[in-house]
């Protein structure tokens, strides 16, 4: 799928901008494969007014949903992708996430347990030539507004394995943040609905605004 000029350059335009009107929208990313890629349906309402107090950003609430092979991806800098199962991207969706990722666009790929096998083959045919890599605690993505010294916050039991932030760098340029085994997602939701302490909900939106905050400055 080919995209005009003005479309990247529209999209390459937004900034992480306090002194905008028009609010920005995080967007849910749809994919196909059967896996529950609507999970945490209050999770990103609730990281966009956590951001919008803590650094001040202007997202309205109301996410968004765009599908991996649309061209509406290229009107939002920061993608979610969550799920608990399987995930398929054609060949043409790939090309369109790739263009998308090496344009300019940011994907956060949070795994709700049990996505991990599907989502890494996924990518696989986005980037071929590129491997998951587990990011050090040093990397600039947990110390944004937030620190995070020792890496991504544990969220969920899961498998009950240490938390891991892995990344897909583009030539130094961190295209795609991949949390595993902390499930970030399921503590930007409402807390009666996980039940987690308030003090996992922080951290897990803490963490999130860290990721908004480097997506939209780097």
Not at 22 to 37: N, Q, T, V
Not at 41 to 48: G, M, S, V
Not at 177 to 206: C, M, N, T
Request: glycine share 8%; hydrophobic share 40%.
């Amino acid at each position: 799928m080919k995209y005009t000029i003005l479309t990247l350059i529209c999209f390459l335009s937004m900034s992480f901008n306090t002194n905008d009107t028009e609010a920005l929208k995080i967007a849910l990313l749809k994919y196909s494969g059967g896996g529950d890629w609507y999970a945490n349906p209050t999770a990103l309402p609730n990281l966009a007014e956590f951001c919008n107090k803590q650094l001040g950003t202007n997202f309205d609430p109301d996410y968004a949903t765009v599908e991996v092979g649309s061209a509406e991806i290229f009107n939002y800098p920061f993608l979610h992708m969550t799920g608990h199962g399987n995930v398929v991207f054609s060949a043409a969706e790939a090309e369109n996430l790739r263009m998308y990722l090496l344009a300019g666009g940011f994907l956060h790929i949070d795994d709700n347990y049990g996505m991990d096998p599907y989502v890494r083959t996924a990518m696989k045919a986005v980037f071929p030539e590129l491997d998951f890599v587990e990011l050090p605690f040093e990397h600039e993505v947990y110390h944004q507004k937030f620190e995070f010294k020792n890496g991504l916050p544990k969220i969920h039991k899961h498998d009950d394995k240490p938390a891991q932030g892995f990344g897909l760098l583009w030539e130094g340029r961190l295209v795609c943040f991949y949390s595993y085994e902390s499930d970030l997602g399921d503590g930007w939701e409402d807390q009666d609905v996980h039940k987690d302490p308030e003090d996992i909900r922080q951290k897990a939106l803490k963490m999130g605004a860290n990721l908004i905050q480097y997506a939209f400055e780097q």
